[in-house]
């Protein structure tokens, strides 16, 4: 989950290395480090605790002259945010200096050998652990740096992306990884590497994404890549989509505020050139070589994690309704530890905004190992989900910088609205005329997402009246469910306020002993099948002088007459009211948080990209 970033070649490392924390300090932002090879071959290493610019002022009357280094921005798994705990870590000797993201499992017994045999270390982490063995071998064996690396990762249990630099020798870096994700930046006799592609996009387009327990072995001007049972692997050089512009704030105060207002384009570029709304026709090419597999199938299961578990649960509706298919939506994070009932049948459907995500990687592979079709829905282009898929379809909602997501979150729900009709037109299930018509109100979709966002004064105002409430419930019914969790979600993650989704009809089940006038409770209560139930819950929560704010539909008055306060959004078919409440509900999060003097683009103890179990 933390932030790698490195460079070799001729240019002044420093300023790379600093400008790719920062593009990568979403991925973890407790503590951040960087390590330097100066034209002396003296090492120096300078970490601080705290966020990447502490980093920076604490280096600024340094000597920072060098044209290698290694960087890292740290989410703490082994070890308390410190100083001492922050990477690069150094060897026993002080000769080699490592970054590491992912988790050494074995690390303890590792430790207690290496300690036995008299190494010393600095830290609590599991990360310093595999540097010292990695040094420890190189000296035994007499070998070359790549070649201890290689033999170092088969004692290793867990996951791991490293990138070591050598003071001995200082045009030589080597990087490899096992579960968590690293990318290759080919330059003109230069390299770059990061977790992701952000820090590399300013210098080239070419990258090589480095697999699963691959060694890169980096010297001026040449790269070489082995397995870790020492076969010669040949990289596959790809070109970038990425433009910078799309990883820059672009005038707003915040990423988040810039992609909750980017969901109108995002949701199109989601469905550009996969509906045909006068021909009643959706196209999801990546899915055309699994197309009667799909049409055969009598369940999907859908493994995902956090937000995407929410978009999961709108899928479900939506394919069971549409498609008349079972839908299983299960959080990946405990898929694997329960022996699920998973065959040669069944679909397994994982859902991630990164692609990285390591719960969700480990479910895929249990699935394939049963048997099943692994399909993948993801927004990265390269990263390890759509490479462990059989077949599966992109999101195209660009980079989210921001750590909780939004405009991931309508892409996928978006995706998962166009599989469910692309399932029904395969089996049948929908009437033609009728596939027309919901095809033809989803192309006007991001026309009404766009009036959805004129909701951000009135939310600015609600978060004034609710910024130091303690705990909010949200209610929903139907689709509207899942966007209640997803709401709460956003609320807890950004502002710290506790939040927790309901069924509303769940409230009067445990729930409504918690609501009295200190309560906010949030209803999603717009007009469709399960109007007048949602009101029966309103009037339940007013009779014990809860707050309540309401989504509602345009015109409304019903509910007006009983709500404290009242957002709306434009009347939609059921099917698309997820892609509509979603808006008000980002926006008040968002404003809720920034009252509160929060961060957040960065909240606290959270990772964007989640690639340890």
Known sequence: MCGIVGYLGNRDAFPILIKGLKRLEYRGYDSAGIGLIAPSGSLNIYKKTGKVNQLEAYVANQNTAAHIGIGHSRWATH?????????????????????????IENYAALKSELLARGHHFASETDSEVLIHLIEEIQQNEG????????????????????????KANPTEMVAARKGSPLVIGVGENEFFIGSDASPLIEYTKNVIYLNDLEVAHITQGQLNIKSIDNNVRTPKIQELELKLEAIEKGGYDYFMSKEIHEQPRSIKDCMRGRIYPEQGLVTLGGLKEYSEKLKQAERLVFVACGTSWHAALVGEYLIEDFARTSVEVEYASEFRYRNPIIGEKDIVIAISQSGETADTLAAMTLAKERGATVLGICNVVGSSIPRLSDAGIYTHAGPEIGVASTKAFTAQVTVLTLFALYLSQLKGTLKQGKLIELLTELDHIPELVERCLQLDAGTRFIAEEIKNSRNCIFLGRGTGFPIALEGALKLKEISYIHAEGYPAAEMKHGPIALIDEDMPVVVIATKN?????????????????????????????????????????????????????????????????????????????????????
Not at 145 to 160: D, K, M, N, P, W
Not at 564 to 575: G, Y
Not at 577 to 600: E, F
């Open 79 to 103: 070890g308390i945010p410190s100083d001492s705990n922050a990477h690069p870590h150094t060897s026993e000797s002080g000769r080699l200096a490592m970054v590491h993201n992912g988790i």
């Open 143 to 166: 070998c070359s740096l790549a070649e201890a690396v290689r033999l170092s990762l088969s004692q290793i249990i867990g996951a791991y992306a490293i990138v070591l630099i050598n």
């Open 529 to 613: 099948s399960s109007y007048d139930k949602v009101i029966s819950n309103i009037q339940e929560v007013k009779a014990r002088k809860g707050k309540v704010i309401a989504i509602v539909t345009e015109g409304d008055e019903e509910v007006r007459k009983l709500a404290d306060f009242v957002l709306e959004i434009p009347n939609a078919d059921d099917t698309f009211l997820p892609l509509l409440a979603s808006i008000p509900l980002q926006l008040l999060s968002y404003h809720t948080a920034l009252l509160r003097g929060c961060n957040v683009d960065q909240p606290r103890n959270l990772a964007k990209s989640v690639t340890v179990e």
